[in-house]
Nanobody
Framework: VQLQASGGGLVQAGGSLRLSCAAS????????TGWFRQAPGKEREFVAS????????WYPDSVKGRFTISRDNAKNTVYLQMNSLKPEDTAVYSC????????????????????????WGQGTQVTVSS
């Protein structure tokens, strides 16, 4: 399993970016996937997650209403559309996958916890200037 995030860059406050996470693996359509971010000197933070069928999504209050996670199982790709970006959104954004039967089972209630994710991709830098 490999995950590759892309789409980061430098944007002004109020702008938008769309991140992509391309995954390898024949069972991608069964994976629970998420996005996390880590700013310098801070702990990694949950940003968004999506159920394997795209039927449910989760966000923390800090990004709710501004960020949208989606997936295209035919393309083995998860997206993070980020609108109304703020300087505090500046971080390295990484995608992660919870692959069935690889680790312990977690219910949907634990969509935000790092422990549920079995695989992590390299991050992509997002910088929002004021």
């Amino acid at each position: 399993v490999q995950l590759q995030a892309s789409g980061g860059g430098l944007v002004q406050a109020g702008g938008s970016l769309r991140l992509s996470c391309a995954a390898s693996g024949r069972t991608f359509s069964r994976w629970f996937t998420g996005w996390f971010r880590q700013a310098p000197g801070k702990e990694r933070e949950f940003v968004a997650s999506i159920k394997w069928n795209g039927g449910s999504t989760w966000y923390p209050d800090s990004v709710k209403g501004r960020f949208t996670i989606s997936r295209d199982n035919a393309k083995n790709t998860v997206y993070l559309q980020m609108n109304s970006l703020k300087p505090e959104d500046t971080a390295v954004y990484s995608c992660a996958a919870d692959v069935p039967l690889v680790g312990p089972y977690y219910s949907d209630s634990y969509s935000y916890t790092e422990d549920r994710y079995d695989y992590w991709g390299q991050g992509t830098q997002v910088t929002v200037s004021s």
